[in-house]
């Protein structure tokens, strides 16, 4: 009798080279992203060690963290930041790792280069050294962050031990209304489970919303499966994920291809596949959604007031550090800086979602508001279709790749005290800048704030 299978165990089982019992699996990586931050110390643990890249053709390198966004061609500023973006040229030209360098037209955050130049493809394990690595698993790939120890390990031997996760169904029922996108499904299953919530589980979304989901928002609502405590979020292939493959500079063709989508087309789910556990969310009754604490889990919907710290200390604490009384609305709240980019919010769709809303209109006087495509490629996009000239007359500030504000880099962050909404997917104390303060939301409520130059609803705007 065949046991019905998850996605998850499908990628998994194929992948395991040897498993003794009582110990972690030995997992075969086929794709190993790298850049400057978690990886220096990695290759210089086999330079000490005489060994080299095991697989160069399955290493991919980009430059992302610790750019500048506002003019790549001048010299970088941080002696930091620039020495590690140096010895990642070093790196990958003593070990022959591929390199999306600064001025190259396929450089920008790894998160958003490895779908776009088709490296990222269903039902592959993938693996970088960054912890929102979960992102690729919108594609059917089981995609992890690994620390720089396990990032030589990959380097050396194109495998690692890992331990064999926990199954669990997110279910998103029914269609969101309009103004509430995927930014908004993702942080409403945060709020609802918390920070902990997907501990020591990979999570499979499901259910009509995410079917209706572009390749883009999927990879947002994966993006930040990592904030809810899981190891890795996946969505099964479909003929959405086949769309986008299609003609990617890395992806399969001709016969290869017809292949390949064979294959991927056996990886969803089986019917009557076993979870261990299922959490369900109906998306129709959600509204936009937004942060106001110190953690994604700290999350409610735009309408409804900050929540009152009811004896939780860690309640109290972020309530303190936001300077936000228990009770208020949000909406209303002034901000100072808006930021839309990241590698949650830095895609195509996002930046239109962003500029629809602005067209016309100007972002208010005392907002910063800064725009940062995920990848080169974005960037050109965006100003072909005029994206970045509606961000412009509106009084935005439009960046060249890189993370920026996500991580508060080469003078991209905020000051003291300053309260900004950010697309990104952190917020806790200090990740936008010391004593940053930072609300989490979508690309159409960033926007709808830095027009109203505090906390909007985007649906006034729609």
Request: hydrophobic letters at 35%; a negative charge; glycine letters at 12%.
């Amino acid at each position: 009798m065949t046991t019905s299978r998850t996605l998850y165990d499908k990628v998994w089982d194929s992948h395991v080279v040897a498993h003794d019992s009582g110990a972690p699996a030995v997992l075969y990586i086929d794709l190993h992203l790298v850049h400057e931050v978690t990886s220096p110390q990695a290759f210089q643990g086999l330079r000490d060690r005489g060994i080299g890249v095991r697989r160069p053709d399955r290493t991919m390198a980009t430059m992302d963290h610790s750019i500048p966004t506002r003019n790549q061609a001048l010299p970088i500023i941080d002696p930091i930041a620039a020495k590690q973006v140096q010895q990642l040229r070093i790196n990958c030209g003593e070990f022959g790792v591929p390199l999306a360098d600064l001025g190259d037209d396929s450089q920008g955050i790894v998160h958003v280069i490895g779908p776009e130049l088709g490296l990222t493809r269903p039902g592959i394990t993938i693996v970088c050294g960054d912890s929102h690595t979960s992102t690729h698993g919108a594609f059917g790939a089981l995609a992890f962050g690994i620390g720089t120890t396990e990032v030589e390990h990959v380097l050396a031997t194109q495998c690692l031990l890992q331990d064999r996760s926990r199954t669990c169904e997110v279910r998103f029922d029914g269609l969101p209304a309009r103004g509430v996108v995927a930014k908004d499904l993702i942080l409403a299953l945060i709020a609802e489970i918390g920070i902990g919530g997907g501990t020591g589980s990979v999570f499979e979304y499901t259910g009509e919303a995410i079917r209706a989901l572009s390749m883009e928002g999927r990879m947002t609502v994966c993006n930040m499966s990592i904030e809810g405590g899981a190891r890795a979020g996946m969505i099964a292939p479909d003929e959405t994920t086949y769309e986008y493959l299609a003609g990617r500079p890395s992806s399969p063709s001709g016969a290869d291809w017809d292949a390949a989508v064979s294959r991927w087309k056996q990886l969803p789910s089986d019917d009557g596949a076993q979870y261990d556990r299922t959490v369900r969310v109906d998306a129709a009754s959600l509204e936009p959604m937004i942060t106001w604490g110190t953690n994604p889990g700290m999350g409610v919907p735009i309408t409804q007031p900050v929540p009152e710290p009811n004896g939780g200390s860690g309640v109290r604490k972020a309530l303190d550090y936001m300077q936000l009384e228990p009770g208020k609305p949000l909406l209303g709240q002034p901000v100072d800086v808006v930021f839309v980019g990241s590698c949650t919010n830095s895609r195509i769709s996002d930046l239109r979602q962003a500029a629809n809303l602005l067209k016309g209109r100007k972002v208010s006087s005392g907002v910063r508001m800064l725009v940062v495509p995920g990848s080169e490629q974005i960037r050109a996009q965006a100003e072909s279709e005029g994206l970045s000239e509606v961000f412009r007359m509106a009084g935005a500030d439009w960046r060249e790749a890189g993370c920026s504000m996500c991580i508060a880099m080469n003078g991209d962050q905020l000051d003291n005290g300053q309260y900004c909404v950010s697309t990104s997917n952190r917020n806790f104390e200090g990740r936008q800048g010391k004593g940053g303060r930072t609300f989490l939301a979508s690309p159409l409520t960033a926007a709808a704030t830095a027009i109203e130059g505090a906390v909007a609803d985007p649906r006034r705007y729609l």
